[in-house]
């Protein structure tokens, strides 16, 4: 497979490797993006940990929570602006998206949009509605409902909802007690973004894929075969340290891991407290974003005034 210009960008964009060595691992790959973030891990090429989706769409993030905060639901909004975004109608309209995620039990993103709407119609006829109303594409890209017996749900919402976050604990406590808690630990995630709860999260494949590419960095570094197993043994406990949220260093107290700190909050309320699930959105991330300067979309959106 030919490797374009576009490809070897994107791979640098993804990696922060250098152009050649991007062109290099791709043609090694045949042109595969995947298998060449790979190539380049596994030379020690490549700045990233994992491979990151780039952020995007413009938008927002909205969180909603019932009485007792034993459900809750996040859905992100996408718009072409980030001027839209900041547009009142459409803060209102994401708002009513979330609760109207939460007081539902849509399955899918269709069923979703085929929700009633007050008085507009579907959900879809609102979205419609509004792109013609404002002026500006827009997309209602994912939501997900929190429903867990015996659970509390804490939200946590950064920049204004460009970052919204969901801390599930499995607890007797009230949303009250473990408010504060709770919201510590879902700014740890805002922050941090680990990519699991517990290592009992982590699939067994991705440890193994991981295996394979520390093993294959310790033996381009020259190490010794016999002492290579020992190597990637403690460079992966080292990783899982840092994509598993019960694992990491709490950001308000390096002395303590998330987990001691949950811990020595749950002995001071006097209940049992376990993390079982967190949810967090970005907007746009993983989405290709439209370069465009403000000052041309300004006059655009005038000359179409």
């Not at 602006?81 to 979330?98: G, Q, S, Y």
Request: with cysteine.
């Amino acid at each position: 497979m030919a490797v374009t210009a576009a490809m070897v960008k994107e791979l640098r964009e993804m990696t922060g490797a250098g152009m050649m060595d991007c062109k290099k691992a791709l043609v090694e790959a045949d042109g595969d993006m995947e298998k060449a973030v790979e190539v380049l891990r596994e030379k020690g090429l490549s700045k990233a940990a994992k491979k990151a989706g780039r952020i995007a769409a413009q938008g927002l993030v909205g969180i909603a929570f019932n009485a007792d905060s034993s459900q809750a639901a996040i859905i992100e909004v996408n718009s072409e602006t980030d001027f839209v975004a900041k547009n009142e109608e459409f803060i209102e309209f994401v708002d009513k998206l979330a609760k109207l995620a939460l007081e539902n039990d849509a399955a899918d993103m269709d069923a979703f949009m085929a929700l009633p709407y007050e008085g507009e119609g579907t959900v879809q006829d609102a979205l419609n509605s509004k792109i013609s109303k404002i002026g500006e594409n827009m997309n209602i890209r994912r939501f997900q409902k929190i429903a867990e017996p015996g659970t509390v749900n804490v939200g946590y919402v950064h920049g204004g909802g460009k970052i919204c976050v969901i801390v599930t604990m499995k607890t007797d406590a009230s949303a009250e007690e473990v408010s504060v808690m709770g919201k510590d630990v879902a700014m740890q995630v805002a922050s941090m973004n680990p990519q699991y709860v517990s290592e009992d999260d982590v699939d067994p494949e991705f440890i193994e894929s991981e295996k394979k590419i520390l093993v294959q960095q310790a033996l381009n570094e020259g190490k010794p075969a016999d002492i290579v197993e020992k190597m990637v043994i403690g460079r992966l406990k080292k990783e899982l340290k840092e994509t598993c949220l019960l694992d990491q260093k709490f950001v308000k107290d390096n002395d303590l891991t998330v987990a001691q700190y949950v811990k020595n909050c749950a002995k001071e309320i006097g209940k049992d407290v376990a993390v079982v699930g967190m949810v967090r959105y970005e907007v746009g991330e993983g989405i290709e974003k439209k370069e465009e300067n403000f000052a041309e979309e300004v006059a655009k959106q005038m000359a179409g005034k």
